[in-house]
Each structure stands twice: as C-alpha cells, then as structure tokens.
C-alpha cells in the first residue's frame, strides 16, 4: 500500500491527484524528448524539456518539495545517521564509519 495516497492511514491527500497529473505529464516531456533527440530536432528537445521543467515545478509545488535547497526539506544521509545517533547513541554512528571504510576500500 503507497503511503503517498494515505493507504493504510487515516489521512487525506489532496494534492495526490495533481502530483500525479505532474508526473504523466513529466512522463510525456521524456517519451518527446527521446523522439526529438533521434530526430535530432533542438526545437522540440527544447520544448520537451520546457515541458519537463514545468510538470517538475508543479510535482514539487503540489506536494510542498520546494525549499532553501530547491528539493525541500528532505533529511541529507548525514542528517539521519546523526538522528540516529541520537536515539541508539553512538554505536550505531561507529557501525556505520566502519561500514563506509570497508566499502570504500574495496
């Protein structure tokens, strides 16, 4: 169940419906953006993109994803991990450093 639409909770979503008439719209600026690259075509890749850019705004507008950063207020990795730390203590943060370490020497 898609926590979006308010499935499984008592919660109404009035933005659902245009977030998702974003989307198809976002979806529709890509399938005429692809057209356009293969024909090589810059004004309707430019127009495709155009339209891109719009359903976008108005994706983030509707469900209030515009902030300083321009994605909203959505938590970086770093920011959970300290939440984290916060709630299990520190054991949890030096699971992770050594996580990284290893991951990243491989």
Same mark, same amino acid.
């Given at each position: 169940t898609s926590s979006l639409s308010g499935g499984g909770t008592? @919660? +109404?979503v009035s933005? #659902? $419906?245009e977030m998702e &008439?974003?989307? &198809?719209?976002f979806e529709k600026g890509q399938k005429a953006l692809v057209k356009a690259l293969? &024909? &090589?075509?810059?004004?309707a890749s430019s127009k495709? #993109?155009?339209q891109m850019a719009e359903a976008l705004q108005a994706?983030?507008?509707? $469900? +209030?994803l515009l902030g300083p950063d321009g994605g909203g207020d959505?938590?970086? @990795?770093d920011e959970i991990r300290r939440s984290a730390c916060r709630v299990q203590g520190r054991s949890f943060e030096k699971k992770i450093?050594?996580?990284?370490?290893r991951v990243k020497s491989t």
């Open positions: 008592n @919660v +109404k933005y #659902l $419906g &008439k974003a989307a &198809k719209d293969g &024909k &090589k075509d810059q004004q495709a #993109l155009e994706y983030r507008t509707s $469900g +209030k959505i938590p970086s @990795v450093l050594d996580r990284d370490a």
